[in-house]
């Protein structure tokens, strides 16, 4: 961990990791604690092992009753646990069916809270400007705009239509159509070319906005602005993350599309995030318009 310090992380200083449930789950996950009683020789099964290791030490420790444990046990496989994303953002370390009755997803044996990743609560927002603490899927899903994982609805202005200006606040949707505006939007300096779409006239990204979108398909990402903005768009868009990010497609004007809108076709994987940078050819192209995703497995 750099620039951690000597700080116990999670307590205080440094709050990437909380080492107390890493160290917690680090032994829960390692440790030899028979997860069954008759588990005695600690391989998470209870077989003839079991049985001999209580014969082999008859009267001390073992007695009738462990040979009972084991005669009652016998065939039982331990499940290892792992990391159980719940629907209120919090994680859990548990077996992969108690995970499902608590309604979580789980992320398999051996995952851990840590680096599992589970999606944060965050604020959205809904078109009569009220707000719901939700997780980011639910919210997308129902029609609302989610202002990121650890936002809340006191600290959020779900009035206020720039809070997707630059990469770091952008817009989480899905597939379908989102409306947008660029009024109040500044030029973002992000770097951007025109090498994947040479000759769309690819503009100066002006007041240009920024969404993030999960891939639901592997295959062709159709991202487009096609007659459906009052000004002239450009479409950007990338892999990776807002500060490690590498531009995979763009488009100017699309020949199809009236009024210099804009398409893009781009291949994606399943589950990785994409970020869509959506501006305007020049100082005083910024309006309102339509960003419409599909994403098509390929046959
Ligand atoms: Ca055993
Ligand atoms: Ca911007
Ligand atoms: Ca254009």
Redesign the pocket.
């Known amino acids: 961990m750099l620039g951690g310090g000597h700080d116990w992380p999670g307590q205080s200083g440094n709050n990437d990791i909380d080492a107390t449930l890493e160290v917690w789950n680090f032994f829960d996950s390692v440790s030899v604690q028979p997860c069954n009683p008759g588990d005695f020789t600690g391989n998470r099964l209870v077989d003839v092992e079991d049985l001999l290791a209580v014969i082999s030490d008859w009267g001390n420790p073992y007695n009738v009753g462990d040979l009972l444990l084991v005669i009652e046990q016998w065939g039982s496989v331990c499940e290892d646990p792992g990391a159980c994303c719940l629907p209120d953002g919090n994680c859990i370390f548990t077996v992969g069916s108690d995970c499902e009755v608590a309604g979580g997803t789980w992320r398999g044996a051996g995952t851990s809270c840590i680096s599992a990743g589970c999606p944060e609560l965050g604020a959205c927002c809904r078109e009569d400007e009220t707000c719901d603490y939700i997780l980011s899927d639910a919210c997308v899903e129902s029609g609302g705009s989610f202002r990121g994982g650890g936002t809340n609805c006191i600290g959020t202005d779900c009035s206020s239509s720039d809070f997707n200006d630059e990469c770091f606040d952008a817009q989480v949707i899905g597939n379908g159509g989102t409306g947008f505006s660029t009024a109040d939007a500044t030029d973002s300096t992000d770097l951007y070319s025109d090498v994947q779409c040479g000759g769309s006239?690819l503009?100066q990204m002006h007041a240009d906005i920024w969404f993030s979108y999960q891939a639901t398909c592997s295959g062709m990402l159709s991202v487009s602005t096609c007659n459906d903005a009052s000004f002239?768009?450009?479409l950007v868009v990338y892999s990776g993350t807002c500060s490690d990010k590498l531009q995979i497609a763009c488009s100017?004007?699309d020949d199809n599309c009236a009024d210099?809108?804009?398409q893009l076709d781009v291949e994606v994987v399943s589950g990785e995030w994409y970020l869509i940078r959506v501006g305007g050819?020049e100082n005083g192209n910024s309006g309102t318009g339509s960003l419409l995703i599909d994403c098509e497995d390929d046959q």
């Open positions: 006239y503009g002239d768009t450009d100017g004007d210099y809108t804009s050819w």
